[in-house]
């Protein structure tokens, strides 16, 4: 059984992967905040996720 993996790809072209959701979205709101001073929210990156 594969386990799910959530990621982001930012529009910049940094491209954030994670096998746990929300240590995915502390990555993307670190990112988000860091290099374009912006503030997502859970159902923000829960939009953007893909999950494979």
């Known amino acids: 059984m594969s386990e799910k993996i959530f ?5 910049c072209g ?3 992967t994670h096998d746990e959701f929300t ?4 990555e993307v709101q670190d990112h988000a905040k860091t290099n ?3 503030s ?3 159902e923000d990156i829960e939009n953007m996720a893909n999950v494979q």
């Open 23 to 26: 240590a995915l979205v502390v």
């Open 40 to 42: 997502l929210t859970v």
């Open 14 to 16: 940094s491209v954030m």
């Open 7 to 11: 990621s982001v790809e930012c529009p």
């Open 36 to 38: 374009h001073d912006m």
